[in-house]
């Protein structure tokens, strides 16, 4: 899911190498799971391209190795 009002996206680790494992630069945010785990998240990808019914965003998109459901 892309909301481009989002203070953050998330893609999965498995998702990201998926896709081609495109460059990441390291993430200064420290995240906190429902659980209170704290972690560091993979990377983020400053900018992925994304179609959205017609019109192509770039994203910022943050890479965690966490299960996202």
Do not use: Y
């Given at each position: 899911?892309?909301d481009?009002?989002?203070?953050?996206c998330?893609?999965?680790l498995s998702?990201?190498q998926a896709?081609g494992?495109?460059?990441?630069?390291?993430?200064?945010?420290?995240?906190?799971a429902?659980?209170?785990?704290?972690?560091r998240p993979?990377?983020i990808?400053?900018?992925?391209?994304v179609?959205?019914?017609g019109?192509?965003?770039?994203?910022e998109?943050e890479?965690?190795?966490?299960?996202?459901?």
């Amino acid at each position: 899911m892309v909301d481009e009002g989002a203070f953050t996206c998330f893609m999965s680790l498995s998702c990201w190498q998926a896709i081609g494992s495109s460059e990441t630069i390291p993430s200064p945010t420290m995240l906190k799971a429902f659980d209170g785990h704290l972690f560091r998240p993979h990377g983020i990808i400053p900018a992925l391209p994304v179609e959205l019914g017609g019109k192509t965003v770039s994203v910022e998109v943050e890479v965690v190795d966490a299960p996202l459901d």
